[in-house]
Nanobody, 124 residues
Framework: QVQLVESGGGLVQAGGSLRLSCAAS????????VGWFRQAPGKEREFVAA????????YYADSVKGRFTISRDNAKNTVYLQMNILKPEDTAVYYC?????????????????WGQGTQVTVSS
């Protein structure tokens, strides 16, 4: 059973930055694409970004493109989400997930293991 643990969330002012980390318990994590999703209160889970197993390709939601950067260090079994120029509308619980299936990167149903989430709050 793969365990994913997110960290790095917190409270930040608008315009600030945070770096989220997603650490996996197994080395096989490096063989899979990984995605970040977020969910705000009263809203549906939303795709944020994804990265292929090698890190050679990345995908972003339009709402974060140019502000967020996803990366990974397979030697450390860790995926990162660098978030810059944060906005109040970025406030949500952020989850990382392993993409175990082969559908669209933006579809949460293609991901089979999820972390517990980390809260990001952006104040105006």
């Amino acid at each position: 059973q793969v365990q994913l643990v997110e960290s790095g969330g917190g409270l930040v002012q608008a315009g600030g930055s945070l770096r989220l980390s997603c650490a996996a318990s197994e080395r096989t994590f490096s063989n899979y694409p990984v995605g970040w999703f977020r969910q705000a209160p009263g809203k549906e889970r939303e795709f944020v970004a994804a990265i292929t197993w090698s890190g050679g390709s990345t995908y972003y939601a339009d709402s974060v493109k140019g502000r967020f950067t996803i990366s990974r260090d397979n030697a450390k079994n860790t995926v990162y989400l660098q978030m810059n120029i944060l906005k109040p509308e970025d406030t949500a619980v952020y989850y990382c997930a392993r993409r175990g299936l082969v559908g669209p990167y933006s579809d949460y149903r293609e991901y089979d293991y999820w972390g517990q989430g980390t809260q990001v709050t952006v104040s105006s």
